[in-house]
């Protein structure tokens, strides 16, 4: 059986990955939930983390005595092991820019990430306005991801990214979720593309038990002091 460890569903958006990846694509699983107390050397998260990888992150997945961590490592693993699922597009052009655009995922999107941290459940709209005035590497990052976005359905012809669901819509439903809770604007087309990715049952498991929750981690929390 494969276990994955993630962290609070509310912020971990790079747990989100592979949990939404495992669950859209019916792959049975047992989640193990870490929650973030810190990421200090003592926090029972790192002691919990490190007793099984020794990078200390989540998501972890343990498969048959196999340890892998790191999301794109996961999420290949999880194609190899169920090639039935088809979890990369078919067509090897089509593949290679879906790996494209993980890869990019993960080395790009730093202003994203660090002044809109993944909070399903809140509602930073006004945060949303300041961060769009003050952070030129947002307002960089929302026309990337509009102009990524855009293309790739024009080129599918949708609904996914690539046509049908494949591991680059679980990649960036974190970021959807992020444009929801500050409200970013986007034009008509990628706001349909969210509306389609966040009705998708894995998406929606995860966001409805990231609000069943009710837990406040102030690390994740720089715009509120509480819920
Ligand atoms: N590149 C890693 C990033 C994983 C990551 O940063 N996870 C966060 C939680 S969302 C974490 O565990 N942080 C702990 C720390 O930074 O010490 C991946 O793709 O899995």
């Known amino acids: ?62 498969h048959d005595g196999l340890v892998v961590s790191d999301t794109l490592a996961i ?57 769009l005035r003050d952070q030129a590497g947002v307002r960089a990052d929302l026309a990337r991801i509009v102009s990524l976005w855009s293309g790739l359905l024009e080129t599918s012809g949708g609904p996914m990214l690539f046509g049908d669901f494949c591991i680059a819509d679980a990649y960036y439903a974190p970021v959807a979720s992020r444009l929801r809770t500050y409200a970013l604007p986007v034009p008509a087309q990628i706001d349909a593309y969210i509306d389609r990715l966040q009705a998708l049952p894995g998406v929606r498991a995860w966001n409805d038990a990231a609000l069943a929750e009710h837990d406040f981690v102030p690390m994740d929390e720089p715009y509120r002091s509480a819920r």
């Open 1 to 62: 059986m494969i276990r994955l460890y993630i962290g609070n569903k509310n912020y971990s958006s790079w747990s989100m990955r592979p949990w939404v990846l495992l669950t859209q694509a019916g792959i049975d699983f047992e989640e193990k939930m870490v929650r973030f107390d810190s990421f200090e050397a003592d926090s029972e998260f790192k002691k919990t983390v490190l007793a099984v990888n020794p990078i200390g992150k989540v998501p972890v997945l343990v």
């Open 75 to 131: 999420c290949e693993y999880l194609a190899e092991t169920f090639p039935e699922e088809h979890l990369w597009p078919a067509d090897k052009a089509a593949r290679a820019m879906a790996r494209s655009v993980c890869a990019e995922m993960h080395s790009s999107f730093g202003p994203l990430r660090t002044h809109c941290l993944m909070n399903v459940e809140a509602d930073l709209a006004q945060q949303g306005l300041i961060v």
